[in-house]
Nanobody, 118 residues
Framework: VQLQASGGGLVQAGGSLRLSCLAS????????LGWYRQAPGKQRDLVAR???????NYADFAKGRFTISRDDAKKTTELQLTSLKPDDTAVYYC?????????????WGQGTQVTVSS
């Protein structure tokens, strides 16, 4: 599975952005799609995740501000970011959990930079 993320950019605090991720390859084997983020000097953290059946989970910092969606027909996942804060500045990575028979593995996109100015 290959993932191509897009949609990052520079935005002022309080603004919004929409991140998109296009999957290719073994997309029928994708169990869950998600977004992680990593700020300089910090670990990579889960932002939001959506499973094939539509179940979602969000990091506490994302609840009420970020919304994840998934369109299997278009092979995309999107992350709508609203009420952005400077602390949201990070590289955002698209992520896939793939299940193929007894095998499970993960795939990462290349990351897209989100910068929130105060």
């Amino acid at each position: 599975v290959q993932l191509q993320a897009s949609g990052g950019g520079l935005v002022q605090a309080g603004g919004s952005l929409r991140l998109s991720c296009l999957a290719s390859g073994m997309t029928n084997s994708i169990h869950a799609l998600g977004w992680y983020r990593q700020a300089p000097g910090k670990q990579r953290d889960l932002v939001a995740r959506v499973t094939r059946d539509g179940s979602t989970n969000y990091a506490d910092f994302a609840k009420g501000r970020f919304t994840i969606s998934r369109d299997d027909a278009k092979k995309t996942t999107e992350l709508q970011l609203t009420s952005l804060k400077p602390d949201d500045t990070a590289v955002y990575y698209c992520h896939a959990e793939v299940r193929w028979g007894p095998t499970e593995f993960e795939s990462w996109g290349q990351g897209t930079q989100v910068t929130v100015s105060s």
